[in-house]
């Protein structure tokens, strides 16, 4: 079946720095990767989306600066997030596509971030 | 704009009774639907996915969820349920099949008394 991994599964940082997470899709060539995050509380929002041939698409409230993410190929992506405060904490999730229709998400398990 | 709407935030049932999770969907066009679950500390996992064709669509675990476009709605139902199912399940709306943008209800979670 499809897998998405990432890492790391969780993290720390203190307010003010930045950390990266990364997703790999294993056994399978990603049409598109996304990235979510659901804050405490609350349900998922999409940060941003990239697909085949496409720049990366970030959604309203969410920038470039803030969440820049690598796409190099069509099984890794990597995501940091600059500069952390308290409200980007939660768990970032990235979702990979394998295609066809639907063309359906599959999930990694999440890295949680926890900002001091 | 699309949207999805799941009415029930929490809903706690009795091992082994039926399940039935509401879904209101909210868009003009033929959506794409499915429900993922997130068991606790986990990720997003696929239960079942909807396009075309017949309306109940089954999915892992016993789970199936039956399509009504006259309701927009994407109810998911189990049976029976078990303990194990406890967790928190999310309604989600794809409104074409490019690109990957998926719209997310707030979920329910559920709760099954042993």
């Known amino acids: 079946g499809a897998l998405v991994y990432q890492y790391p599964r969780r993290t720390i940082c203190k307010s003010g720095t930045s950390m990266r997470m990364e997703c790999q899709a294993v056994?399978?060539?990603?049409?598109?990767v996304a990235w979510y995050r659901q804050s405490p509380q609350k349900t998922f929002e999409l940060i941003a989306l990239s697909t085949v041939n496409s720049a990366i698409k970030y959604e309203q409230n969410f920038t470039q600066e803030k969440f820049p993410i690598s796409h190099p190929n069509l099984s890794f992506s990597s995501m940091t997030v600059l500069n952390a405060y308290l409200e980007d904490r939660g768990l970032y999730l990235c979702?990979?596509?394998?295609?066809?229709?639907?063309?359906?998400?599959?999930f990694g398990p999440g890295t949680r971030l926890l900002v001091l | 704009a699309q949207s999805v709407t799941q009415p029930d935030a929490r809903v706690t049932v009795s091992e082994g009774a039926s399940l039935q999770l509401r879904c209101k969907y909210s868009?003009?066009?033929?959506?794409?639907l499915f429900w993922y679950v997130q068991y606790p500390r986990q990720g997003l996992q696929l239960l079942l996915k909807y396009y075309s064709g017949d309306p109940v669509v089954q999915g892992v675990n016993g789970f199936e969820a039956e399509f009504s476009k006259s309701n927009s709605s994407f109810h998911l139902r189990k049976a029976s349920v078990h303990w194990s199912d406890s967790a928190v399940y999310f309604c989600?709306?794809?409104?074409?099949?490019?690109?990957?943008?998926?719209?997310f209800g707030g979920g329910t979670r559920l709760t099954v008394r042993p």
């Open positions: 989600v709306l794809k409104y074409n099949n490019a690109g990957a943008k998926l719209t």
């Open positions: 056994g399978f060539q990603a049409t598109s």
């Open positions: 868009y003009s066009g033929t959506p794409y």
């Open positions: 979702g990979a596509g394998l295609g066809g229709r639907p063309d359906t998400q599959y």
